[in-house]
């Protein structure tokens, strides 16, 4: 009987250590890829390289897989459809447009950085 006891308590212990890794990394990666476009925002020429865009996306597909098994589908498309939306906004040189959609991109990864966060609140 004790030795059921011990194993559900070192199985119950593993999964929050592994749910508070999960948060940690989430939380990185969302913060970076809002670092990033932060970063090509605050370029002084406005004309963004799309080598640029495209090594960002890089980056992005990457973490993509890791995210796939934890996240909902909803918030890894919509992230997805904004870097085909920029990578077209920068191929066309509309970069009003690919400002928009840095300046969007930026602010869903802050959301989905701040929705994912360990907190009281996201737990009730």
């Not at 090509?40 to 890089?58: A, C, G, P």
């Not at 498309?77 to 920029?86: K, P, S, V």
Request: negative net charge.
């Amino acid at each position: 009987m004790k030795c059921r006891f011990i194993i559900a308590v070192i199985i119950f212990i593993l999964l929050i250590i592994c749910g508070v890794l999960q948060e940690i990394y989430v939380v990185q990666i969302f913060n970076e890829l809002s670092n990033r476009c932060s970063e090509i925002v605050s370029y002084d020429d406005v004309r963004y390289d799309l080598t640029d865009i495209t090594q960002l996306h890089k980056w992005w597909l990457k973490h993509l897989g890791r995210f796939e098994a934890i996240l909902p589908n909803y918030s890894i498309n919509e992230i997805e459809m904004l870097f085909g939306e920029l990578i077209g906004a920068v191929a066309a040189e509309d970069y009003k447009s690919a400002t928009a959609l840095l300046c969007r991109l930026r602010e869903t990864s802050d959301a989905l950085s701040q929705m994912f966060t360990l907190r009281l609140g996201n737990i009730l």
